[in-house]
C-alpha cells in the first residue's frame, strides 16, 4: 500500500489531530473544518481515512457524527481511539495583566471547563468557535486581552503561552475517535496494544412491536454477548421513529452474529453492521506551563 491519506477534523491543534498523531505510522494528513467535510472527502476518495470525534465521557455521544454515518455516507468504522481530554487556558505570548474579556473554544470544551470559568472568568464572555484548534488560531490572530481553550498541541501550533494547565472539570474525561474508510482496508498504525476487539451494529425496529427493544437486547444477552453502549436516535422519518446503536465488546464472527441477525430479522427488525475493528488507549502527558 502507498503513502496512506487521513483526513481529520481540524485545523491542526485540534484532539483529532493529537488522536491522528497518536495512532499513525506515517501517511499524509489532511485537515477539514467540519465532520461532514471529513466524511465527505472520504466518501469521494479525496482520502481513504477519514478521522473523527465519536464520543465524550462528559459530553456524551457527537451526534453529527453519528448522524452523518448513518444517514449521508456509507462507509465502515475500522478502528477507534481513545484519547484523555486535557484542556488548557492558552493565551497570546504577549499577554500580562491586561483583563481576559473574551474566552474562544468549541461549544464542547468550554462546557467541559464549565467550573473553571465560573469561578476564574465569570465576567469573559463565551464564544464558540468550530474546533479548539480554531480558538487558538483567533486568540493568536487578535492577540491580548482573550483566551483560548485547548491542548498543548494547539499552543504549540499557534505560538501560544499556556496561561493555566487541565482546567478541564473533571479527571476522567476522554473522548472516542471512530477512523472510517469507504473501502476497508489495511492500516499502517503504531504499536499500541489494543484494548478490546468490538463491534458497532445499527438495528432499526418495526413500528408498533410491543416488546420489540426488549426481544433485541435478549438476542445479545442468552449468547452471552456483551453489550458496552446502547443509544437510540432519531430516523428523521418522523416523530417516534428510532434506530438503535449497539457497540458490541467482541469482532465479529461466523456464528453469533449472523444468529442474532437471524433471530432479529425474523422479528422485523433491520440490522446493519456499521464496523468491526480494534479499540486503542493513549496517555497524554500534562505540558508544562509556559512563562
Not at 469573559?124 to 468550530?130: D, Q, V
Not at 456464528?255 to 468491526?276: I, M, N, R, S, W
Request: proline share 5%; charged share 20%; glycine share 6%.
Amino acid at each position: 500500500m502507498g503513502d496512506q491519506k487521513i483526513g481529520y477534523l481540524g485545523p491542526k491543534g485540534t484532539f483529532t489531530k493529537m488522536a491522528v498523531d497518536a495512532l499513525f505510522d506515517g501517511g499524509s494528513y489532511i485537515s477539514y473544518e467540519s465532520i461532514p467535510a471529513c466524511l465527505d472527502a472520504v466518501e469521494s476518495g479525496e482520502v481513504e481515512t477519514g478521522v473523527v470525534p465519536l464520543e465524550n465521557a462528559i459530553e456524551g455521544s457527537v451526534h453529527l457524527t453519528i448522524d452523518y454515518l448513518v444517514h449521508q455516507v456509507n462507509q465502515s468504522i475500522i478502528a477507534e481511539l481513545t484519547v484523555p481530554i486535557k484542556q488548557h487556558l492558552l493565551v497570546h505570548p504577549e499577554q500580562k495583566d491586561q483583563p481576559i474579556e473574551r474566552i474562544y473554544s468549541h461549544s464542547h470544551a468550554i462546557a467541559q471547563c464549565h467550573q473553571y470559568l465560573h469561578k476564574h472568568y465569570p465576567w469573559a464572555e463565551l464564544e464558540y468557535t468550530a474546533s479548539t484548534g480554531k480558538a487558538a488560531e483567533i486568540v493568536a490572530e487578535k492577540g491580548v486581552g482573550v483566551a483560548a481553550i485547548g491542548n498543548h498541541l494547539a499552543a504549540e501550533e499557534n505560538g501560544m503561552r499556556i496561561e493555566d494547565t487541565d482546567i478541564h472539570d473533571y479527571d476522567n474525561n476522554h473522548t472516542r475517535f471512530a477512523v472510517v474508510q469507504k473501502h476497508p482496508q489495511t492500516l499502517k498504525v503504531k504499536d499500541h496494544p489494543v484494548s478490546k476487539q468490538k463491534t458497532t451494529v445499527m438495528v432499526t425496529l418495526p413500528k408498533d412491536y410491543v416488546g420489540a427493544l426488549h426481544q433485541v437486547l435478549a438476542a445479545f444477552a442468552w449468547r452471552k454477548m456483551n453489550l458496552s453502549k446502547i443509544e437510540s436516535r432519531p430516523m428523521k422519518t418522523g416523530l417516534g421513529n428510532y434506530f438503535f446503536l449497539i457497540d458490541v465488546d467482541q469482532p465479529y464472527d461466523q456464528v453469533l452474529f449472523p444468529g442474532v441477525q437471524a433471530e432479529l430479522a425474523a422479528l422485523g427488525c433491520e440490522v446493519k453492521v456499521l464496523g468491526t475493528y480494534p479499540s486503542y488507549q493513549i496517555d497524554v502527558p500534562t505540558p508544562v506551563k509556559r512563562t
